[in-house]
């Protein structure tokens, strides 16, 4: 084997590690649920690869001096691919300063080609995550392909570099396939990932299931016969201070029976008697409850309209509130300082959807994909059982959720049930 092949290697093993040490580091946070390795880190590792590989280029005697070759490329098209623009231009720029600290001709050549090549890369950047499986290897090997091309075309005719075809032919091929096998293993990364996630997600919903079965019952009754006796006892008393302390102690009380509810809730949410149940009717229910706590925050709720009679869905009309009170309530509570709360019915072949906007703090796409797990949370004296609760209704009703959220201006919750006519829930 070549010197240059063998350098091409050892720098294409310079882009491999940091993706096993990538491995490494999801099992961490996630099955050991290591909470100070942030989301942003994860940046540290394309950032590694290309110092790497552009410290330790090809050495061999045909190339000429401070022409580098190496698989820088390879990282910096998949950093931005899975990144996004703005990481891909700390990349970019990053790149050109160390090129430029190394010196030489090849400075001038990634100076005019990487640019060139970031155009159709950051376009492609915008929509690759939306992509499907296959169109992200064929559009990532693609630029590879493009990137290479480019990389020689102008230190050939541009510079004119002088290099063997059959060294050009190497360089192209193992940048492309290696940017393939990298983007094949980055997606069997993130697909372990996430059903790591989905696992850690099931262990916990499955330990809450036994405790809300188990003691949920048995605690509620002492509370509420404690309630009782509390609230006479503070009917009678003439002090000032004790009556504060007892109307505490109760206002204590009930938010301990709103998380037992929570529970029973959580572990009865299929429908026991499924009916006809009218989502318009219910959702102006839900906001006429819901408009003390609106005032409180300041929040404009939808007015009054013609939803009622336009959906009738299959389930249990008291559990259906119940899950539009949890969204209806998390909205709001986004929005501390005031904001607008729309809720719009959508009907549409045999199913209804029901979209909740607010104009609140919005979630990041972390937080996103925690909704619904148990004891997730955000809030001083949140619980993070009213999504779990909703999202295991709305399952049961055999519908779907969607949420959409951009921090700091708002969220979208929607959820598709299916009408009446359709099947029965399902009972499991
Ligand atoms: P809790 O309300 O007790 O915190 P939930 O399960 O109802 O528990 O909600 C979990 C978390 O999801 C909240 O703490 C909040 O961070 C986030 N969340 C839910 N709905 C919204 C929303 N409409 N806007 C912003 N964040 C939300
Ligand atoms: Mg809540």
């Known amino acids: 084997m070549s010197f240059f092949t063998k350098d091409l290697l050892i720098n294409f093993l310079f882009i491999l590690l940091p993706l096993f040490l990538v491995q490494m580091y999801y099992l961490l946070k996630y099955a050991k649920q290591i909470d100070w390795l942030k989301n942003w880190t994860i940046a540290i590792f394309p950032i590694l690869s290309i110092l790497l590989c552009m410290l330790f280029p090809v050495d061999a005697v045909i190339v000429p001096d401070r022409y580098n070759i190496d698989l820088r490329r390879i990282p910096y098209i998949l950093g931005t691919l899975y990144g996004g623009a703005g990481f891909g231009t700390f990349l970019l720029v990053l790149i050109l300063t160390i090129r430029f600290l190394i010196g030489g001709v090849g400075f001038y050549v990634t100076l005019i080609s990487l640019p060139i090549l970031s155009i159709p890369l950051f376009i492609i950047a915008k929509k690759y ?143 026991e008697r499924p009916e006809q149940v009218d989502v318009g009717v219910e959702i102006q229910h839900v906001l006429q409850i819901m408009k003390p706590l609106a005032n409180m925050n300041g929040v404009v709720l939808p007015p009054p309209s013609l939803l009622h009679g336009q959906a009738k869905v299959c389930g249990e009309r008291k559990k259906l509130q119940q899950c539009f009170i949890n969204l209806v309530k998390n909205s709001i509570e986004a ?51 009213g999504t779990m609760v909703s999202f295991r209704i709305i399952h049961y009703m055999q519908g779907k959720v969607h949420v959409k959220s951009e921090k700091g201006k708002g969220t979208c919750f929607s959820i598709e049930l299916p009408l009446c006519t359709k099947t029965a829930p399902k009972i499991d």
């Open 335 to 385: 929005m501390p300082n005031g904001g607008k709360l729309e809720v719009k019915l959508k009907k549409s072949g045999e199913t209804v959807t029901v979209e909740i906007h607010d104009t609140g703090c919005g979630m990041t796409s972390e937080q996103i994909s925690r909704l619904g797990e148990p004891y997730f949370t955000t809030k001083e004296k949140g619980t993070g059982l």
């Open 129 to 271: 995550l939306a992509m499907s499986l296959q169109q992200r290897i064929i559009a990532s090997t693609l630029i590879s392909l493009v990137g290479a091309l480019l990389a020689m075309g102008v230190s050939i005719f541009v510079f004119d570099i002088a290099l063997p075809t059959f060294l050009w032919i190497e360089f192209v091929c193992l940048d492309v396939i290696g940017t393939l096998v990298i983007t094949v293993l980055w997606e069997a990364i993130r697909t372990n990932l996430s059903i790591l996630k989905r696992l850690v997600k099931a262990e916990k919903l499955e330990v809450v299931s036994h405790l809300a079965a188990s003691i949920s019952h048995e605690v509620r009754n002492p509370l509420t016969a404690s309630r009782g006796f509390m609230q006479m006892l503070g009917e009678d008393e003439q002090n000032p201070i004790k009556k504060r302390y007892l109307s505490i102690a109760i206002d204590e009380l009930d938010r301990a029976k709103d998380i037992i509810d929570d529970y029973l809730l959580f572990a009865n949410s299929a429908p």
